[in-house]
């Protein structure tokens, strides 16, 4: 158990809708990171927060969003969903920022029909 | 940007064999960490390395850092059913901004018995 809790664990719906993944680090992480794991595409670097701030962006959708609460739980927003969204999303966080080892979450599997 | 890239991307050893994944990045790296992702898992952090030509081991697994911190390498001995699983090799690049840890698309290793 690594600590990081994703929810939910798994979810279906329609193109277009739009869904909330909510993750809740480790215990005293500041650093929340998103990744997108598609078939054969590896770890896509989405997002990244530090202490409620965004501090490094990669290769996220316009049509996704997220952001960090002040009780450093962060929620990942995905909107107009396209049948090539289905991926598995996963949470990672760290303790600070840039040479700490990630956490991961379990990931919340995400399908779009 | 930066490109991280893992050769091979498939892996198939007999149970006792030896053998090695590599990593490169296309651009200087400021530390490099490695992660096991077991089928249906998450990915765990395994190690990092920091300095030059840094060499770790862990076990039956041993860690490279190139000279030019531009490259890396994971050498599994004596193989085991136990070292099935996806190797992901993870990157920042010494002018990326500090959040961005980028992956590679992994190795996944398959054993037989």
């Known amino acids: 158990d690594s600590g990081v809790t994703q929810t939910p664990k798994h979810l279906i719906t329609a193109t277009g809708q739009r869904v909330t993944l909510r993750c809740s680090p480790r215990s005293g992480d500041l650093s929340v990171y998103w990744y997108q794991q598609s078939l054969d595409q590896g770890l896509q670097f989405l997002i990244q927060?530090?202490?409620?701030?965004?501090?490094a962006k990669g290769n996220i959708l316009e049509r996704f969003s997220a952001q960090q609460f002040p009780d450093l739980h962060s929620e990942l927003n995905l909107s107009s969903l396209e049948l090539g969204d289905s991926a598995l999303y996963f949470c990672?966080?760290?303790?600070?920022?840039?040479?700490?080892?990630?956490?991961f979450g379990e990931g919340s599997r995400l399908t779009v029909l | 940007g930066q490109q991280v890239m893992q050769i091979p991307q498939y892996q198939h050893v007999q149970e006792g064999e030896d053998f090695t994944t590599y990593c490169n990045s296309s651009?200087?790296?400021?530390?490099i960490q490695w992660y096991k992702q077991r089928p249906g898992g998450h990915p765990v952090f395994l190690i990092q390395l920091v300095k030059s030509g840094e060499v770790k081991k862990q076990k039956r697994l041993t860690f490279q850092f190139g000279e030019a911190k531009k490259n890396s390498s994971l050498h599994i001995t004596a193989t085991q059913t136990t070292d099935v699983g996806t190797y992901f090799c993870?990157?920042?690049?010494?002018?990326?901004?500090?959040?961005?840890?980028?992956f590679g698309a992994g190795t996944q290793v398959v054993v037989t018995p």
């Open positions: 927060y530090y202490n409620g701030e965004e501090r």
């Open positions: 993870a990157g920042r690049g010494t002018t990326d901004s500090w959040g961005k840890l980028q």
């Open positions: 651009t200087t790296l400021s530390n």
């Open positions: 990672a966080s760290s303790v600070v920022d840039s040479t700490g080892e990630l956490f």
